[in-house]
């Protein structure tokens, strides 16, 4: 298999319109399946994503818009992925054609609900894609960072580390780097619990937390995280690299992140739901949370922080009570 080929970008989101501005950075054209024929339209007329990242003009001459999935794999080599996890089912539910031959990257940071499945996984099991064809991309990169153009680093990990290495020209330009692994388990779930962490790390800023606690809380999440990367898949990695800790770090610091967002509104007493319905996008850890819970049944590695945010999310225990309990766990 020679890549690139053919790419398309699977979704409409602000992560699947920055991965569109890198890809036309490096690639003359692109395939970009879209859902919604009202979108396409809008972004046909205008020049811009109406929903997503609308200060991004695109040359529109460059782009083939579809809202049928099975033309858009069909007409495509490699399919990059970038829908909520939560929605994944439900797109892939349209195929008919066949992934089999088709490279697929998945930028999904999160896990497939109900049969709590990696992405990579997900594919290989269910749409027969051979797991070498699969690649994650993984790293703290913002896609309204990626908009305005600020230097970036992302990482490509895919099992035959030569695709990786094939791929790497794609997602390469002057304000965005990349490195090349071959641990897609370890920065699937590491892209699945960082999220869960920044939860957390925003209801300890809406319950007035200070700076000195969160530093105190990031490094107990990255012990956490890394004693269940190595109870689930124990490749040799370094726990530092920016594709664990630095995607961590950006996602429980920064105003782009959603989960930091969702977390604070329940920190300054929403409830829930509320927060949810409150939220323009969605915040994947709170699904996330569920998943890495349930599978943890089988592993048992004593995850004191994912426990607290499980019973805040989904036994609706009281944040003050729990966060309280929390700390004394901390050193």
Not at 18 to 29: D, F, G, N, Y
Not at 76 to 95: E, G, R, Y
Not at 172 to 179: G, V
Not at 229 to 245: K, M, N, P, W
Request: hydrophobic share 40%.
């Amino acid at each position: 298999m020679n890549l690139p080929g053919k790419i398309a970008i699977m979704g409409g989101g602000s992560w699947a319109t920055a991965l569109a501005k890198i890809v036309l950075s490096t690639q003359e054209r692109i395939n970009w399946y879209m859902r919604r024929d009202d979108q396409i339209q809008d972004f046909l007329q205008t020049g811009h994503n109406p929903s997503y990242l609308s200060a991004v003009e695109f040359d529109i001459n460059r782009i083939n818009f579809y809202s049928d999935i099975n033309r858009t794999i069909e007409e495509s080599d490699t399919l990059i992925f970038a829908t909520p996890s939560p929605f994944l089912k439900q797109h892939l539910k349209k195929v008919t054609t066949s992934l089999e031959d088709k490279f697929i990257v998945s930028a999904i940071k999160g896990i497939v609900p109900d049969e709590n499945m990696l992405v990579a996984d997900y594919f290989s099991e269910y749409y027969h894609v051979p797991i070498n064809h699969i690649a994650v991309i993984g790293g703290p990169c913002h896609a309204e960072e990626i908009a305005l153009e600020r230097l970036s680093y992302i990482t490509l990990a895919c099992p035959d580390i030569d695709y990786a290495y094939q791929l790497s020209p794609v997602f390469k330009n002057q304000y965005l780097r990349n490195y090349c692994c071959k641990d897609v388990t370890g920065i699937e779930y590491a892209s699945v619990l960082k999220n869960v962490y920044a939860i957390v790390a925003g209801i300890c800023h809406g319950m007035k937390y200070g700076d000195n606690f969160l530093a105190v809380f990031i490094c107990n999440a990255i012990e956490e995280m890394r004693n269940f990367l190595y109870a689930v898949h124990g490749l040799e990695r370094d726990i530092t690299d920016s594709v664990y800790l630095g995607d961590l770090l950006v996602t429980a610091y920064s105003r782009f992140s959603r989960n930091r967002t969702f977390g604070t509104m329940i920190g300054k007493g929403y409830s829930v739901k509320t927060a949810q319905l409150e939220m323009e996008m969605i915040a994947e850890g709170y699904y996330g949370t569920k998943c890495i819970h349930e599978i943890n049944e089988k592993y048992k590695v004593n995850m004191p922080i994912l426990d607290a945010l499980y019973a805040i999310l989904y036994e609706r225990k009281s944040p003050m009570v729990v966060i309280r309990q929390l700390t004394q766990t901390f050193k």
